[in-house]
Every structure is written in C-alpha cells, then in structure tokens.
C-alpha cells in the first residue's frame, strides 16, 4: 500500500507551536525571545549570520554561538549594535547583554 501525500496548506511552523505552549508556561518576556531566531539573519546580516547563531538566552544575557575565535573578537566589537539592532526588531528591550562560546554553527 503506498503512502498517502499530505497537503502543506496545514502546516504549522514549529516556532508558532512553541511559542504557543511556552506562553502557557512561562512569562511572555521569555517567550517572546523565541522571535530571535526568525529574526536572526536580518537583524545582523548574512555574513554574521553563517558565523554565530543565538543559542540560550536568560535575564536579558543572549548567548550565542560562534564559529571561531577570531569572530569572537569581531562580535565583541560589536556588541552594542548588534544588541541594538535585535532589540529593535523585537520592538522590546530584551536583550541586555551578549555572551559568546566557540561551537558548531547548525542552520
């Protein structure tokens, strides 16, 4: 018996799901940072973008996980804009502070 297509006109983005389910959970600041990773790449652009992606974030600290040592340096330089640049797009002040560890980047 062969296997049925299913349409994709239902289909639910598993960023929408979880903030849904968090939202019962957890205070809305925190799962309004969910938002980070959709809006990742145009807040900061693709070039950071493919180097360091957000990995935990709690009591404002946004921790986020870098390619290489030498991006480490690079973000520490811009910190500051790129904070600003997150928060602005998240329409609220969530993110204080940015902490960077070497790993793998996943896309």
Do not use: C
């Amino acid at each position: 018996m062969a296997p049925q297509k299913t349409s994709t006109s239902h289909l639910t983005h598993i960023s929408d799901i979880l903030a849904k389910a968090l939202s019962k959970y957890r205070p809305s600041q925190e799962t309004e940072i969910t938002q980070i990773w959709d809006i990742w790449d145009l807040a900061l652009g693709s070039s950071i973008a493919q180097n360091a992606k957000p990995n935990t974030f709690k009591n404002g600290h946004l921790q986020v996980t870098v390619s290489s040592s030498v991006w480490i340096q690079q973000l520490k330089f811009l910190e500051k804009e790129m904070i600003a640049n997150l928060n602005a797009r998240l329409n609220t002040p969530l993110i204080t502070h940015l902490r960077f560890k070497i790993g793998e980047i996943h896309y």
